[in-house]
């Protein structure tokens, strides 16, 4: 390797979490260690462990970067649009193998507590800042009432998507499903919320 330059820093953070998320791609969260992080980044388990305290942090960080740039908050100027949007990418992807990657995740839960608090820390609140952008967004534009800015309400259509994968143990949620959640279930809740 003449000439490398040895990266320190976001670089060098990155290469580990990239590696991190090959990793969990490949081999599941069973299957991470922080060995073969470290070797397929190029680095020592000592930088890795300088940044995530064990395992379980270092996967959920990869999991998350994984994840976050297809979980943008949709903007497409109409509330129904964006939620269809986020729910059809959302059902997308726990249908790939970053939904893979998450069953992982949550199978590894009962075997190492500290797993859950690291999701927890990470995801707490169930994604509930990304639906309430989507709903902010509707309510300044006049569709929805500020009554409904609420991080249950806002995640209804989520908790249901996932709660189609747990209690019906779809490998992906059918489109009619996804248009009925947010046309049957959603958008009434948030006519039913005005202010009086």
Not at 15 to 23: G, P, T, W, Y
Not at 92 to 112: K, N, T
Not at 140 to 162: D, I, K, Y
């Amino acid at each position: 390797m003449e000439g490398a330059t040895r990266r320190r820093g976001a670089a060098l953070e990155e290469a580990i979490l990239r590696a991190a998320a090959e990793e969990l791609t490949e081999s599941g969260y069973a299957g991470l260690t922080m060995d073969r992080v470290a070797r397929r980044a190029g680095t020592n388990k000592n930088a890795i462990y300088r940044r995530w305290p064990n395992r379980a942090a270092l996967a959920v960080a990869a999991y998350r970067q994984l994840v976050e740039v297809e979980l943008r908050p949709p903007d497409t100027g109409d509330l129904r649009a964006d939620v269809l949007e986020l729910l059809r990418r959302i059902n997308s992807d726990l249908a790939s193998p970053h939904g893979d990657v998450l069953r992982g995740l949550l199978a590894g839960i009962g075997d190492e507590p500290e797993l859950l608090a690291q999701l927890q820390s990470q995801f707490g609140d169930g994604g509930a800042g990304m639906w309430l952008t989507v709903l902010g967004r509707a309510v300044a534009r006049g569709e929805a009432s500020p009554e409904a800015l609420h991080p249950r309400v806002a995640t209804v259509p989520v908790v249901l998507l996932r709660n189609e994968y747990v209690t019906r143990g779809l490998a992906t949620v059918p489109d009619a499903t996804i248009v009925e959640i947010v046309d049957e279930v959603f958008l009434p809740l948030l006519r039913g919320r005005r202010g009086g």
